[in-house]
């Protein structure tokens, strides 16, 4: 699902009072992050991830290794803050993504 200005506009707006529920440390981005990333994204569908100061990782290579693996998409980078979107595969879990589509 490519995302136009406008959805990728009412993310953000979505986003803005979450907290970040993951963080990038030291060890960067591993498997067993990404499989957890996977199952909040698929209950939540937009959550935020942060990368701590001790990571030798950009956010842009967090972004690229986060969409390569789970086919999600990152919506916006700010600093070293990441909103990440994928629709939930469960209807039941499937509230932004319905919004998003109305858009």
Known sequence: MD????QKS????????????FQ???GGV???MIQQVGEALEKRELIKITLLQNTDETPEEVAAT???ALKCQ???I???ILVVFKPSSKDKYRKISEQVRRI
């Open 30 to 32: 591993n498997d067993a």
């Open 10 to 21: 009412f993310l953000r707006s979505q986003a803005h009072h979450l907290q970040p529920i």
């Open 24 to 26: 990038v440390g030291k």
């Open 78 to 80: 700010i600093g070293k």
């Open 66 to 68: 986060l969409e390569a």
């Open 3 to 6: 995302l136009r200005g406008k």
């Open 74 to 76: 990152v919506v916006q």
